[in-house]
Structures are given as C-alpha cells and as structure tokens.
C-alpha cells in the first residue's frame, strides 16, 4: 500500500509518502506556522508527477497540539481522501512522536519515553512511552498535566523527553533529575511516522469514518470574538 503522511500539530509541517512501510520521501518544514502555505505544495513534492494514482490511502495526525495548525492538516487530508475515494487513518500526535523519537535515537528496549507537547502556562499535553522490540507502547492515555503533577508521576527511573514540550519538562526537573532530552533530530514531528502508524491502521482494517474524523484537542478550542 502506498500512503501519504501529514503532520501538522506543532510548528513543524511535514508530508511523507510511505509503501508498504518504506518511507519513499518526506518533506520537512520546521519554520513557524507555514501550514497554510506550504502544506500542499509539500504534498505535491512527495507524491510526485502522476504518483497520486497509486495512493491508497491518507494518514494524517489528530492531536494534541496547534488548534490550527491540526485544522488544517485533517482537512486536507479529509479532502483528499475524499477526492481520490481512498481510505483515511487519524494518528495519535504523541504515538508518533515517540515512535519517531525511539527509531532516530535507536532506543533499546525497556527504555522510558516520555513525549510531551507544549500546552502553554506550566502545562504540557503529555503521554509516557515503553520502548520495546515491537515499538513503543503507551503506558497511560494522553493527559493535560501541569509540570509539577507529571514530576510526580515520573518518579522511579530514567526517563528521555521527546517534543516542543520536553525544554519546559526538563527545566522544571532540574539538574540531577532522571530525565534526560533527545537528540534534535529526534525531538520533532514526522510525517513519516505518521504514515507508518496509519498504515498499520489500515491494514488492520481500522479506517475512520471520513464525515466523522476530527482533531482531538484535549483542551477547549475557543473562538476569541470582539
């Protein structure tokens, strides 16, 4: 199956083609908030002149993250599944940040992971990885969490941050804490993470419904009006 990839949730803005689980191309923007601009041009360069007749199917990453930013990138990618008749798979932002984290950063397994995202003030959207032969496993549901009530719940061994999050996460621990921080490479978004991820799902026969696929915010998307 050849996928397309989007990840749009953080300032990073990112499309990948994957097939069969190899990643063909990505594109990777880490320059502000360029999703509206950028994003399609991105997904022409991955899929390439007459590519989108192959595509089977779209994956794209639901949240946490930029209110905006994930507005944009499941609508593009409900309206082009939609237009090419192709399934569509909603990604766990955080599920494929860990992902991304542990494969850049060859982790061993038995590994903590923690990715976290920046949720403004001293919270932080966040969800703790193990690292195991297979991938990484979630331990707990994404939660919304102040700095100090995670410290909390990471107590009891070393724990590597990944994420727009981690800065604030391992500032608040200070030196001597038992977590430690990724490499640059790894401490991002990735569009390729999120194809693969979707196309397990797929394969699984775990579609979403297109009409029914929408950002999962975590916190309340307000609208400020005068």
């Known amino acids: 199956m050849t996928l397309l990839g989007i990840e749009t949730s953080t300032a990073v803005c990112s499309a990948a083609l994957v097939t069969d689980g190899i990643v063909v191309r990505e594109s990777l923007l880490d320059e502000g908030r360029v999703h509206a601009e950028a994003l399609m041009g991105q997904i022409a360069e991955v899929i390439g002149p007459g590519g989108a007749g192959a595509l089977g199917g779209v994956a794209v990453s639901i949240g946490p993250g930029s209110f905006t930013g994930l507005r944009i990138g499941v609508s593009v990618a409900k309206g082009i599944a939609y237009a090419r008749g192709v399934p569509i798979a909603g990604v766990p932002t955080l599920g494929a940040l860990a992902r991304h984290a542990a494969l850049t950063d060859n982790m061993k397994p038995g590994t903590r992971l923690l990715a976290a995202l920046d949720a403004r003030r001293d919270e932080v959207y966040c969800q703790l990885f193990d690292v195991t032969d297979a991938g990484t496993v979630a331990c707990w549901d994404v939660r919304d969490m102040t700095l100090a009530a ?57 579609a979403d419904e297109l009409s029914a696929l929408e950002p999962r915010y975590i916190k309340d998307f307000f609208l400020k009006t005068r």
Do not use: W, Y
């Open 150 to 206: 995670l410290e909390g719940e990471l107590r009891g061994g070393p724990v590597r941050v990944t994420g727009d999050g981690a800065a604030k996460v391992l500032a608040h621990a200070g030196a001597g804490s038992l977590l430690g921080a990724v490499s640059p490479e790894a401490n991002r978004c990735s569009a390729a993470s999120v194809a693969i991820l979707g196309e397990r799902r797929l394969a699984a026969g775990e």
